[in-house]
């Protein structure tokens, strides 16, 4: 049976799971007019929304799969470059903070 909005109670119960799931997403610095979590909000409210669907944001805020498919020491730190995944984390951090890095040491390639 339908409520006045037109969806089912099955379906409105996933979509306050969504937009659960919607407000506890991290903002991303880097894409101020493009969030996931607008995205998320917005389909809360779509008729067709699936168990499956809200499963999967949950997953995905949860890092599910890094959790059970865990990278291993080689990956992360590759004996070619090891520091590089550091270095991007790093890069990231600074960024978002608006600290960038000199011309020379780009142009250099240092670190």
Known sequence: MADRSGRAPATERLGRQLGAIANTWVKDPFRPNLQLQNFL???ST???????????????????MQKKYPLA??????ASM????DRLVEGFQKSAQGIGRPWWKVFFGVW
């Open 46 to 64: 779509h008729p067709k929304l699936t168990p499956q669907a809200v499963q999967a944001a949950r997953a995905l805020r949860d890092n599910e």
């Open 41 to 43: 909000q917005s389909l």
């Open 73 to 78: 020491g080689r990956t992360l730190k590759p």
């Open 82 to 85: 090891p520091h590089h995944y």
